[in-house]
């Protein structure tokens, strides 16, 4: 579903060019979900941007659902994928309805029945059409976060690009928005490429994961060899180690 080869991307010119994504290969299988993880600044986000159709500079081959993906953002690719960015709030327009906020693809890929579309979209993510005439400031960080889902989905794309989905919201609203991405990648069909920091939020939503380092994929892998502690490369086990004893020194301050 998803294709991504030698992909590489420079940011700025000349002797001041950083060389951000180095030959960048992975695929995505249809229905899959495929984490990214890697430390702060290793470029994770900037794939997502580069398939999301946020950047154009980059060279090398990106193909979706088999076809494969030109530098402009256009229409038949907004069809396809769409993302989901980290922060809610800052994704969400303040002055704007959760009705208007959704209607705003609709109007752009002029979709008939808007009204039964957003009502469908916003039952998908758990939320009654009575939240139609809110404002983002009327919601909590939880239903910002379900919102900008719908909105993802109103289209109805095949492909959910999810940027640290969770890692702006309360620990407890976590785990249901993990929940409801669960469930629906399952009843929608969906494929997901999902950025995180968080080895947890891999081993609860992906199937499979690609390790990046200083702008290169180190290690593809099995989410259960995670589990099982059985990565092979050095800062693969280190990461995991690294959450390990993060979650041992957590827990007790938790209980
Ligand atoms: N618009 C930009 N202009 C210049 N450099 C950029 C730009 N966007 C990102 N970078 C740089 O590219 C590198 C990769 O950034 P990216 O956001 O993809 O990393 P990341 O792995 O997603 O990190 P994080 O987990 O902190 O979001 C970083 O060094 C970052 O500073």
């Not at 249809?30 to 154009?56: H, I, N």
């Not at 968080?198 to 992906?206: I, S």
């Not at 995991?240 to 004893?245: I, T």
Request: charged letters at 20%.
């Amino acid at each position: 579903m998803i294709d991504v080869r030698q992909l590489n991307l420079h940011f700025g010119q000349g002797a001041k060019a950083t060389h951000v994504l180095k030959d960048v290969s992975f695929s995505v299988a249809q229905g899959e979900s495929f984490g990214l993880v890697g430390e702060s600044g290793s470029g994770k986000t900037t794939v997502l941007r580069c398939l999301a159709g946020l950047l154009t500079h980059w060279q090398g081959e990106l193909a979706i659902a088999g076809k494969p993906v030109g530098r402009a953002l256009d229409f038949a690719r907004s069809e396809l994928v769409q993302m989901v960015f980290q922060d809610p709030y800052g994704s969400l327009h303040p002055r704007q309805t959760v009705a208007r906020a959704l209607a705003e693809p609709l109007l752009i890929h002029r979709r008939d029945q808007r009204h039964v579309r957003i009502d469908e979209a916003l039952i998908k993510v758990g939320l009654s059409p009575d939240f139609r005439d809110r404002f983002p400031h009327q919601l909590s960080g939880g239903q910002r976060q379900r919102v900008a889902i719908a909105r993802a989905l109103v289209l109805q794309p095949r492909v959910l690009l999810l940027d640290e989905p969770t890692s702006a919201l309360d620990v407890s609203v976590q785990a249901e928005i993990l929940n409801l991405l669960a469930d629906l990648r399952q009843k929608e069909g969906l494929t997901y490429l999902l950025v995180t920091h968080d080895l947890g939020v891999v081993a609860q939503l992906c199937d499979r994961l690609a390790v990046m380092q200083a702008g290169q994929i180190v290690e593809t892998l099995p989410t259960q060899s995670l589990i099982d502690g059985t990565p092979r490369h050095p800062y693969t086990q280190m990461l995991v180690h690294a959450s390990l004893s993060y979650s041992r020194q957590a827990a007790p301050a938790a209980a």
